[in-house]
C-alpha cells in the first residue's frame, strides 16, 4: 500500500523548509571586519535550532534523546559570534536543557537535571564563567558555618533542575553547581555574608572580686530562662576566668563587651568588712572531699604568715594569731560554705577552682575471642562365646558385659538378682523385672552409646561393634564495656551467681544433715581503674574473669576460670593485648588383648581404639577511649544506641516464622535537640482549629441501594 499525501500536507512541508533556508540565510551577515547574526525562529524544532547554530558557529554538537520541543524567539539586533553562542546558551536554559562541553572541541546537549552531574568544567575566580554555561565552583568559607549556610543557598539555587549545592565540614567548604551568572550570585552572596564580625577581646582586671566567681555570676545572667535562647548567637559573648591574673577574658561583639564590662565593674566593689564569708557551689567536684585538702592548704598559709610575722611589733602578731579559718561543707548542696580574711579567701579560692574541674572519664571495652576446635573418633570390637570367655575394653565404649546382663534380665525369672562386674572391675547386683519381658534395664544401657552399634549372635558366638566420630568447633566473642571516672574502679558482670556447698553436718541419728552453701559469681567480669595522665596515655588497672559451670563431680561442681591481673600502659583509642592462650591436646588411647591385638588385619577384633585432637585459641584484648566533654559521649552513646537500634530493625524486617503479624520491640529513634512541648496558647489554639473542623464536617446518610444523600 503505497502512502497518500494530501495538497495541503505538502504544502506546509515546502513552506516549513522554505522558511528554516530563508531563516539560515538571514542569521549570517558578513562584513569586513568579524561576522554578525540576527536569529529569528518561530515554531522551530529545537533540534533544527542546534543544528542552525553549529552550522553557523561551525562547533559539533550531539544532542540527547530527552532534547524535544519547539523554540519561539526573535532577536531585532545584530549579536556577534560571542553574542549569539550566549544567546543559545539563553535559549536553551529557557528550555531546560544545557551543554558539557568536552575536551575534543565536541559540545553535549542534555537536560537541565542530568548536567549537573556530567562532566562539567570546575571553574574559580580567575575563570568564573559568564551566562547560562554550566558551571561547578568551590568556595571556602572562613567565618561562618557551612551547615548553617547551605540550606539557605538551596532555597536560592534551581535545585530541580541543573543546579546543586552541597557542604563539606571538615573543610567549611560549599560546592555550588549550575549556570555561571546564578553560582556567580551565589558566590557574591557568600562573600558579604561570610564577614567577620566585632568579635574583639577585652581583658578586664579585678581588683576586689574573683575571676571565677565573676564568670559564674555572668554565666547564669546570660543563660535564658526558658529552652530557647530568646538571644541571636552572635549577640552571647564568650566569658573566661583567667586565675593567674584574676582577670576575665570577654570576646564578642562590641555592644555584647561594652555591656559585660560595665557589669563587671559594678560587681567588682570593695567588701565592707574585713571579715568575710563565702559560699561556694561546686560544679564537678564533691565538697566533702575538698574539705580536708582545703584545711591543709589553710594551715599552711596561717603558718607561713605567723612565721613571716615573727620579725613584726606585737600587735601584728595578735592580729596573724586570730587569723582562724573555717571551712564547712553542705553535702545536700554540693557547696562549700568558708570564713576567712580577705586576702585567705582569694587564695582558697583559686585553689577551688584548679580542684573544681570536669574529670575525664574513660571508656574501657573488652574484647575476649576464643576459638575451640575438636576432633575425636572410636571404634571398637567386643565379643564372647556362651561357653565361656569375652573381650570386653571401657575406653568410650559401652563393655559387653553390661548389655548381656541387661539381656539375660529382661528374660530371666522374676525376682531374679544377676551379679555383673562393670567396666572398673566393681561387681554390680541388679534384680529382674517383675514382668517377664521387660527391657529397662538393657534401654538405660543403651541409652549410653553414642555413635552406631550393632550386635550379632550366631552359633553360641556374639560380637558386638560400636563406631562414633565427633567435630566441636565453637567460636565466642563477648566485648564487656564499661564507662568510669578517671581515678574510680567500676565493676561489671554478665552471669549468674552458682550455690557452692561449703560444709555440712548430720545429726546425733545421722538425719537431716545441715549444709551451709555460698554462692559464687559464674561469667564474664571486668574491673578496671583507669588513670588518665597527661596526654594521651591511661594507665589501667585491669582484672578481666570469664568463668563457666563445667559439671558435677562426687564432691560439688567444677567451674571452669580464666582470669587476667594486670597493670597496663595504653593510648587513647589504642587496642593492646592483654594476655591469651593457644594450647594443642592430641590423645590417643588404645585398648587390646596382648599379641592377639597386633596380629594384622584380624588384630582389629581384639582391640578397641579411641583418638582425640583439641585445639583452642583464647585472646583478650582491650581498648580505652578517653572522654574529656559531653560531645565525645553524646557521639559515643549515639553510636551504641544506633547499633541496637539498626539490629532491632533487622529482626523486625526478618520477622518471625511462625507469627507474622508480631509487633517486635523497637527503640526510639535518637533525638539531639530536645523538643519543648506547646505553649498553653498553642496547645488551645490548636484546639479550637481541631474543634472547628470538627463541625465543618457533614455527615453522609447512605440509603439501602447505596446511593449517598448529603
Known sequence: MRPSFSAKSVKRTLVNALMAMSMALTLAVTSASAAQYSPNFKGTEITEFINIVGKNL?????????????????????????????????????????IVEMENNVIKVIPNKDAKSASIPVVGDENPGVGDEMV?????????????????LRQLSDQAGGGNVVHYEPSNVIMLTGTAAVVNRLVNIITRVDRAGDQGVEIVKLKFASAGEMVRIIENINKPTSGKADTPAFLVPKIVADDRTNSVIVS?????????????????????????????????????????????????????????????????????????ISIESHDDTNTLVITAEPDMLRSLEGVIRQLDIRRAQVLVEAIIVEVFESDGAQLGVQW???????????NGVVPISNVAAGAIAAEGEEGNTVTTIDGNGNPVTTKNPDTDGDYTILAQLLGNVSGMMFGVVEDNWGAIVQAVSSD?????????????????????????????????????NNANPFQTVDRK????????????????????????????????????????KREIKTTVMADNGATIVLGGLIDED????????????????????????????????????LRPTIIRDGQLMEAISKEKYNYMRADQLRKQEEGLALMEDAVLPLLQDWNDDLELPPTFDDYMEERAVEKLTEEDVQPVDVEEDGSNEQ
Not at 564372647?384 to 571401657?394: V, W
Not at 590423645?587 to 578397641?608: H, M, N, T
Request: no cysteine.
Open 58 to 98: 561551525k562547533k559539533t554538537f550531539i544532542v540527547d534523546p530527552k532534547v524535544r520541543g519547539k523554540i519561539n524567539v526573535r532577536s531585532y539586533d545584530l549579536l556577534t559570534e560571542e553574542q549569539y553562542f550566549q544567546f543559545f546558551l539563553n535559549v536553551l536554559e529557557v528550555y531546560g536543557f544545557a
Open 136 to 152: 561547578t565552583r568551590v568556595v571556602e568559607v572562613k567565618n561562618v558555618s557551612v551547615r548553617e549556610l547551605s540550606p539557605l
Open 252 to 324: 564578642g561583639e562590641s555592644q555584647a563587651r561594652e555591656r559585660i564590662r560595665k557589669l563587671i565593674e559594678r560587681l567588682d566593689s570593695e567588701l565592707e568588712t574585713s571579715g568575710n564569708t563565702r559560699v561556694y557551689y561546686l560544679k564537678y567536684a564533691k565538697a566533702k572531699d575538698l574539705v580536708s585538702v582545703l584545711q591543709s592548704v589553710s594551715e599552711t598559709m596561717k603558718s607561713s604568715i605567723s612565721g613571716s610575722s615573727s620579725k613584726s611589733t606585737s600587735k601584728a602578731s595578735r592580729s596573724t594569731s586570730n587569723r582562724d
Open 384 to 394: 564372647f562365646h556362651e561357653e565361656g570367655g569375652f573381650t570386653q575394653f571401657n
Open 472 to 508: 566441636v568447633n565453637s567460636n565466642i566473642l563477648a566485648t564487656p564495656s564499661i564507662t568510669t571516672l578517671d581515678n574510680e574502679e567500676a565493676y561489671f558482670i554478665v552471669g549468674q551467681e552458682v550455690p557452692i556447698i561449703t560444709g555440712s553436718a548430720t545429726g546425733s
Open 521 to 560: 559469681e559464674v561469667g564474664i567480669k571486668l574491673k578496671v581503674t583507669p588513670q588518665v595522665n597527661e596526654g594521651s596515655g591511661v594507665q589501667l588497672t585491669i582484672e578481666q574473669e570469664v568463668s563457666s559451670v563445667s559439671g558435677a563431680t562426687g564432691v560439688d561442681i567444677a567451674i571452669n
Open 586 to 621: 592430641v590423645q590417643e588411647s588404645q585398648q587390646k588383648v596382648p599379641i592377639l591385638g597386633d596380629i594384622p588385619i584380624i588384630g582389629a577384633l581384639f582391640r578397641s581404639t579411641s583418638s582425640t585432637t583439641r585445639k583452642r585459641n583464647l585472646m583478650v584484648f
